[in-house]
């Protein structure tokens, strides 16, 4: 009776497995490092103001213990491999707190971009973006105080592509805007063929 149940058990475990593995057949994560911040700015390149928090006006990240604040004309970014064909969905938390919130002509975006470092890092292709703002005047309209997830659509890597370049950036079309944004838990996931 032992032996069955152990039996039982093994094929059990053996059932989950298949059934995780089955899952996330389809997928893996290219290892973007430090995408949840938890290092402060290790392996992210940045331009502009931004710090890492681990609460901003009562907002605390959904995962983990911190989150990256930026405010105007700022931008965060990382570099992966990439060659051409490839598919990647790329994906961001993003907030901006009621007390410092997007205003005006301010939005924040996700951004992807294929670049070629052996013509000198030079831009390829097309760039692929969502812009998100509190008053839907952009792509996505997100409500304050709240954590949202901005999903690009999936991407496929150029012909010249030699890496790709995950953005994360608050911009102002005319200087006639402000607030702050809130990113967290930056993912790019290779979608296998």
Not at 116 to 140: H, P, R
Not at 155 to 183: K, M, Q, Y
């Amino acid at each position: 009776m032992e032996k069955r149940n152990r039996l039982f058990e093994v094929i059990t475990i053996a059932v989950i497995l298949l059934g995780a593995v089955s899952v996330t057949a389809g997928r893996s994560e290219i290892q973007i490092d430090n995408a949840g911040f938890e290092r402060g700015d290790v392996a992210w390149r940045y331009w502009g103001d931004g710090d890492i928090r681990d609460e901003y006006y009562g907002l605390k990240p959904e995962e983990g213990t911190f989150f990256l604040r930026t405010w105007l004309r700022s931008g965060w970014y990382q570099d992966f491999r990439a060659k051409k064909g490839e598919r990647y969905d790329i994906s961001a938390l993003v907030a901006s707190a009621a007390k410092d919130g997007l205003w005006g002509d301010a939005y924040g975006e996700v951004k992807i971009e294929w670049r070629n470092k052996k013509d000198g890092d030079v831009e390829v292709g097309e760039a692929t973006s969502i812009k998100f703002d509190l008053d839907g005047q952009t792509d996505k309209k997100i409500e304050k105080d709240d954590w949202t997830e901005i999903d690009l659509p999936t991407v496929t890597a150029p012909e010249l592509a030699t890496h790709g370049r995950v953005l994360v950036t608050i911009w102002s079309s005319d200087d006639e805007g402000g607030g702050c944004v809130l990113f967290d838990d930056v993912k790019v996931t290779k979608v296998s063929p």
